[in-house]
């Protein structure tokens, strides 16, 4: 859902690219795994500070579409650790009324993952009226295969709004900032739609040092900056 709104000191809707577990294990001589656990271990951190913050979405970078290119080894310990996570976490989902949706490729996953990523979201839905939170989680999710999935269900007279509504997040509205950890200055793939207006955010951090502090530092920044959709008008007053 495209949407376009006034600056407000906090966003509604953050977007994080959490990169940088592997490097984080080898600057602390750890084997890779200790880096996507302390990894999940922020990502929970992250949502329980969104709650706080008063976010309304909070998508995360979880697992893309290129990732399934890394080694069998690794893939499958990914999908353990976010097996284990989401039946971990549910509780506290649910406790602190936070949504959990999926979006992506998720028909690569195994059975049992993709079971639990539906049992996970049928057990978090709120009410509108009751719910903290989004929580976008993406997983064998690419930013051009969002767009091509969408593209294929539109017509040639199809607009901007109508290609919106067809992609995966289209029960969202557009991320006001997106964060990216691990030292790497580009979007690699992720919301290349849903960011065209988005504040981009780089700290020189690896994502498993990613704490609320740092989340907080991160909304002072967005809070600093001026967003003109391309109007001029006040471009001498910001």
């Known amino acids: 859902m495209t949407s376009i709104s006034s600056h407000s000191e906090t966003p509604n809707h953050v977007a994080i690219i959490m990169d940088g577990n592997n490097r984080w294990a080898s600057a602390n001589k750890l084997p890779g ?52 996570a989401l039946q971990e ?26 079971e639990q990523m539906r049992i996970s979201e049928k057990e978090t839905l709120c009410s509108e009226e009751s719910k903290n939170l989004d929580l976008v989680v993406a997983a064998s999710y690419g930013g051009r295969w969002d767009i091509l999935q969408a593209a294929k269900k539109l017509d040639s007279s199809g607009t901007e709004e109508q290609l919106s509504s067809l992609l995966s997040t289209n029960k969202f509205q557009d991320p006001d900032l997106c964060i990216r950890t691990g030292n790497e200055f580009r979007i690699s793939n992720f919301l290349l739609w849903q960011l065209a207006y988005s504040e981009l955010y780089f700290p020189e951090i690896l994502w498993p040092d990613f704490d609320s502090n740092q989340f907080q530092i991160a909304l002072d920044e967005y809070s600093r900056r001026s967003r003109r959709f391309g109007d001029t008008s006040n471009f001498q007053n910001s």
């Open 89 to 114: 976490q549910i509780p506290n989902l649910k406790k602190n009324l936070v949504q959990l949706t999926f979006i992506g490729d998720l028909e690569r996953f195994n059975p049992a993952l993709i």
């Open 33 to 84: 795994v200790a880096g996507h656990q302390k990894g999940v271990e922020r990502a929970r951190e992250a949502v329980e500070f969104a709650v706080e913050s008063g976010l309304k979405t909070l998508t995360l970078f979880a697992f893309s579409s290129e990732n399934w290119g890394r080694s069998n080894e690794e893939v499958d310990l990914l999908m353990e650790l976010l097996n284990q």
